[in-house]
């Protein structure tokens, strides 16, 4: 209770208080009000001048897209480039120190913005640029905006649509050169992979030339059923032989004649199996290493072609990226010449002015009253604290 009461007690002297300066307080708000009003009069007006811009889609091919979404995984997907693009290029270009040194040296705006006595005219002109654009993008509708202030209207509509214009001429470099390095590394890596399935298949070549195999699981296969036929035979010759050798004798013409068929069959065995037969023109000792030589240098060729079956597709889509990547932004919206201004608020001024004023001259008042309450007290205790 006694707490209300003197809470109550204050908020009346509080009051009273206002109240009895209540013209000085009238007089500082009017005054503060008057002066905010005609200081803005004399502000110059600002100009905005808008583009709004759409950044083309870079989709990749069906091609290549099923190549990645079968073959690689999505890091590697991320190296050949993403499916959509994003702002976040053109909003780094937009925002880059060449771009704005650029528009400052295009307009001329060292002199615009009286800067040219200054210590580093430049870097001031770019400074104060700087608080004269904003780079919005719309996430509802995506579209990426320039927005250009200028005490001139067609200066804020040239400013904008230069920006759009810089930003093409940059941006379209440096994807060029992105997309022509990109290229030209999937090129040279599949120019490598053809050049060594050549040089297997050269080598295949030089090792058909060099053992007379040309096919060797066929032709394998063809010699070992010739062995096996020529194994019967001299069995066969040489039963007959023994038989004929045992009724006639060995001076039997007869007999002789089995003993030459039963050698020649023989003979011819023997041939084979040294690499004398064209069928296998390759001694049987050396035929393990001839296998494994062709054994390998299949599996190479089986590998070569492949990388070149998941490159080929892969050298199309960058072809096709370096072609793209020429084209520029989309201009929704051109900047035109604003007719309205778009800075200062004069009334939002007038009114935070007047109402700031009316609250120091408040504060004053109440700051003041205290004071003099209170002076003759806080007097007396540092006469007191300086006797001690």
């Not at 920006?163 to 440096?174: A, M, P, S, T």
């Not at 040309?214 to 020529?230: R, S």
């Not at 009724?247 to 007999?255: E, F």
């Not at 004649?257 to 041939?271: H, M, N, T, V």
Request: hydrophobic share 45%; with cysteine; glycine share 4%.
């Amino acid at each position: 209770m006694m707490t209300n009461s003197k809470t109550s007690e204050i908020v009346w002297s509080l009051a009273r208080t206002i109240l009895a300066r209540r013209w000085f307080v009238l007089g500082v708000t009017g005054i503060t009000g008057i002066a905010a009003v005609i200081i803005s009069l004399f502000l110059s007006n600002w100009y905005l001048a808008e583009t709004r811009l759409l950044i083309p889609g870079q989709t990749s091919s069906g091609l290549l897209s099923s190549v990645i979404s079968g073959g690689i995984g999505s890091s590697a997907s991320s190296l050949l480039g993403g499916l959509v693009s994003d702002y976040q290029q053109q909003l780094a270009i937009l925002d880059s120190r060449s771009l704005k040194q650029s528009v400052v040296e295009e307009f001329d705006l060292i002199d615009v913005y009286d800067l040219a006595d200054s210590d580093a005219p430049m870097e001031y002109a770019i400074e104060e640029l700087e608080g004269n654009i904003e780079f919005v993008v719309d996430n509802e509708y995506n579209y990426l905006s320039v927005q250009v202030y200028d005490k001139e209207p067609q200066r804020a509509a040239d400013m904008a649509n230069f920006f759009v214009e810089k930003l093409n001429q940059i941006g379209i470099k440096l994807s060029t050169e992105t997309a022509r390095a990109y290229r030209l590394t999937v090129e040279n890596r599949y120019q490598e992979t053809e050049d060594s399935l050549d040089a297997v298949l050269s080598a295949i070549r030089t090792l058909q030339q060099e053992t007379g195999v040309l096919n060797l699981p066929a032709q394998g296969a063809a010699f070992m059923e010739g062995l096996a036929e020529w194994r019967s035979q001299i069995f066969a010759e040489e039963i007959k032989f023994e038989t004929l050798l045992s009724l006639y004798g060995p001076n039997h013409s007869q007999t002789r004649a089995a003993q030459q068929a039963f050698e020649r069959a023989k003979e011819s065995y023997d041939l084979a199996l040294e690499g004398q037969e064209r069928l296998m023109p390759v001694p049987q000792d050396n035929l393990p290493d001839v296998a494994l030589e062709f054994a390998r240098l299949e599996k190479e060729v089986l590998i070569l072609r492949t990388l070149l079956e998941f490159a080929r597709p892969v050298l199309e889509e960058a072809q096709l990226n370096e072609e793209r990547s020429a084209k520029p932004v989309q201009v929704l919206d051109p900047a035109i010449v604003p007719t309205e201004k778009a800075r200062p608020w004069r009334a939002a001024i007038c009114v935070v002015s007047t109402f700031s004023g009316f609250l120091l001259s408040l504060l004053y008042v109440l700051i003041s009253s205290w004071w003099k309450r209170n002076y003759a007290l806080i007097a007396s205790n540092l006469s007191s604290a300086g006797t001690v």
